[in-house]
């Protein structure tokens, strides 16, 4: 009777060390592994951090047509960079030496106001500027704009059109006044119907 006893309280512990032994796997199965959820949040952040911001300004048309070109060949996304009070004809007659452009890009120092400061640095790694060039430099709308954002940590570069000059330095100049310590990489002059290929090389070998 002992035995039989003794056998039967055996069997109830065997039963109850496999019953703990199929809860902790349960458990288990049902806490996903911290490293799963790490690997989740970078990806998620790689896919952010490759986001393209086409930031442009353009008085006639010509540059506005350029950056959306580029934007739909590289995927990226828009934001116009106006200025306070809009730019008329008259503004922009390179013959008189009082017209409003002509006495702003003669002086450094000039800052036109922005209409807004809603530009969304933040939230993209690269950030391509595109203007037109007047006397042979960025509208000093451009240098207003880089002026007015953190691009610490930024991929940056430029491209441009003109009615006669090259990009020249003004790319350069716009890297030395930029607010924070950005990644400048060199710009390019192109038409104003650039297409997706000559677009595309072009960055692709920028090495961002």
């Known amino acids: 009777m002992k035995k039989l006893w003794i056998a039967c309280l055996s069997m109830l512990m065997v039963l109850g060390l496999m019953g703990c032994g199929t809860d902790n796997g349960k458990a288990e199965e049902k806490t996903p592994p911290a490293k799963t959820v790490a690997q989740a949040a970078n990806t998620d952040a790689a896919a952010a951090g490759d986001k393209i911001l086409v930031a442009y300004f353009s008085a006639t048309g010509n540059t506005k047509q350029l950056a959306e070109n580029t934007a739909k060949a590289l995927g990226a996304d828009l934001y116009e960079i106006r200025p306070e009070s809009p730019y008329t004809a008259e503004d922009l007659n390179y013959n008189d030496e009082t017209t409003r452009a002509t006495v702003e890009q003669k002086n450094d120092g000039f800052r036109p106001s922005l209409a807004d400061k809603n530009a969304p640095i933040a939230s993209y790694k690269t950030i391509i500027l595109a203007y037109p060039i007047w006397w042979a430099q960025a509208p000093r709308i451009m240098d207003t704009f880089v002026e007015s954002y953190d691009f610490t940590g930024k991929n940056m570069t430029a491209i441009c059109t003109s ?28 038409s104003p119907q650039a297409g997706a290929d000559e677009i595309k090389a072009w960055y692709n070998g920028l090495g961002l």
């Open 163 to 190: 009615g006669g000059s090259d990009i020249g330095s003004s790319a350069d100049y716009l890297a030395r006044i930029t607010k924070g310590k950005a990644n400048w990489k060199p710009g390019k002059l192109f």
